[in-house]
């Protein structure tokens, strides 16, 4: 059976390298924009991770016709009012580390927050969004060589361990999204759990 294909509204290797990852074993063959033969870059001028990830998605929907999703991500900091958020993109860990020296182990909570868009067409064009977050909290130094972007400094927060509170988790081991297989920070991530979702409802009509 022919595999459904999907356009990934991205040049951001790594979000590209995730979703080709999640998207096949569900039965998706998923073409980043590049090898679609879309080399463009969308100006993200939303001010939500909603309306960025529409403008991404609506303009290659608009290259190439074709069913597209596209991801609009970031990290939430608590104890920075949620920055660097909707403007992930313009800092890295560098700039993150430095705005958290001062702040205390209990106080570094985080979580990463995508928004995937689907723009599909069968003559006219609908749009679709679906969320993912996963909570964690910001290491005090970089820790692993695997991911993307914040992945060295977001320490993941796994739930199923029994987490009562930060003080509580501080205590514990944990690891950085760098340090885990892709798989493992797959079957966890905001990305992981948005895309999941988005197949299900793909399959169920949407
Ligand atoms: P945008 O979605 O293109 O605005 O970019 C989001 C930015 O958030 C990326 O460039 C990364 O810096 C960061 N980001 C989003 N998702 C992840 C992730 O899974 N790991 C690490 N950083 C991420």
Redesign the pocket.
């Given at each position: 059976m022919n595999k459904m294909k999907i356009i990934i509204a991205s040049n951001?290797v790594g979000k590209v390298r995730e979703f080709k990852q999640l998207l096949a074993p569900l039965g998706y063959e998923a073409i980043s924009q590049s090898e679609a033969g879309v080399c463009i870059s969308v100006a993200?001028t939303g001010d939500t991770f909603e309306k960025?990830a529409a403008l991404k998605a609506r303009a290659i929907y608009k290259k190439t016709g074709l069913p597209v999703i596209s991801?609009?991500?970031?990290?939430c900091v608590d104890a920075l009012d949620g920055e660097p958020g909707v403007y992930?993109?313009n800092y890295d860990n560098a700039w993150l580390l430095e705005r958290m020296k001062d702040v205390p182990a209990d106080k570094r909570t985080a979580r990463?927050v995508?928004c995937i868009c689907y723009v599909n067409g069968d003559g006219k064009e609908h749009t679709k969004f679906v969320h993912g977050e996963c909570e964690g909290q910001i290491a005090f130094s970089e820790q692993g060589e695997n991911?993307?972007?914040?992945?060295p400094v977001?320490l993941y927060l796994d739930s199923r361990q029994g987490f009562k509170s930060p003080v509580h988790w501080q205590s514990q081991q944990h690891q950085s999204?760098a340090e885990m297989s892709a798989d493992d920070k797959n079957a966890v991530?905001?990305?992981g759990k948005a895309l999941r979702e988005f197949v299900q409802k793909l399959e169920g009509g949407w």
């Open positions: 951001n993200e960025n991801d609009d991500s970031g990290l992930s993109a990463f995508c991911g993307f972007g914040y992945d977001f999204f991530s905001h990305r």
